[in-house]
């Protein structure tokens, strides 16, 4: 049977380095929750608007590797991870570009957004725990609801 996917987008990219094809595919949904629940102090940074470049740079350190060896079909490879680790910074930002490309065609951007109205959605339920803090409009910073007087 044939992978339906397939007519919708490329599941794969080719990269040269070195003189090399390497395949990559996007990252798993898996690993990318997981870098943001490795990163939380940076995402909460981000979505606060107060994003701290030498914390973003630090978080690329780590982060790129990884992200390379998922994307070569070898996630937590500890192996993989040092040897990409040991690639250029181009090298290793061309691989990354095709690997998010892949990974969200679209940009994370709307995955943040649709991450936030779940969030949402979630507090909204808890009920007993605050207001829900609605989603950020589109390009907006997020803003807390006032206090109801009770």
Same mark, same amino acid.
């Given at each position: 049977?044939?992978?339906?996917?397939?007519?919708? $987008?490329?599941?794969?990219?080719?990269?040269?380095?070195?003189?090399?094809?390497?395949?990559?595919?996007?990252?798993?949904?898996?690993?990318v929750v997981g870098r943001i629940m490795a990163e939380t102090d940076l995402v909460k940074a981000?979505?606060?608007?107060?994003?701290?470049?030498?914390?973003?740079?630090?978080?690329?350190?780590?982060?790129?590797?990884?992200?390379?060896?998922?994307?070569?079909?070898?996630?937590?490879?500890?192996?993989?991870?040092?040897? $990409?680790?040991?690639?250029?910074?181009?090298?290793?930002?061309?691989?990354?570009? $095709?690997?998010? $490309?892949?990974?969200?065609?679209?940009?994370?951007?709307?995955?943040?957004?649709?991450?936030?109205?779940?969030?949402?959605?979630?507090?909204?339920?808890?009920?007993?725990?605050?207001?829900?803090?609605?989603?950020?409009?589109?390009?907006?910073?997020?803003?807390?609801?006032?206090?109801?007087?009770?």
């Amino acid at each position: 049977m044939a992978n339906p996917f397939l007519d919708i $987008a490329p599941l794969t990219r080719t990269v040269q380095v070195r003189g090399k094809a390497v395949t990559v595919h996007g990252a798993s949904l898996a690993f990318v929750v997981g870098r943001i629940m490795a990163e939380t102090d940076l995402v909460k940074a981000g979505l606060a608007g107060a994003l701290d470049p030498v914390a973003l740079v630090a978080a690329l350190t780590r982060s790129l590797p990884e992200l390379i060896a998922a994307g070569v079909g070898m996630a937590g490879d500890t192996e993989t991870i040092v040897s $990409a680790a040991d690639l250029t910074i181009g090298e290793q930002w061309d691989l990354a570009e $095709a690997i998010v $490309a892949l990974t969200a065609p679209e940009g994370f951007g709307p995955f943040v957004e649709r991450l936030e109205r779940l969030l949402a959605q979630v507090e909204a339920v808890k009920g007993a725990s605050g207001p829900a803090v609605p989603p950020p409009k589109p390009g907006g910073k997020r803003v807390p609801p006032k206090p109801s007087k009770r």
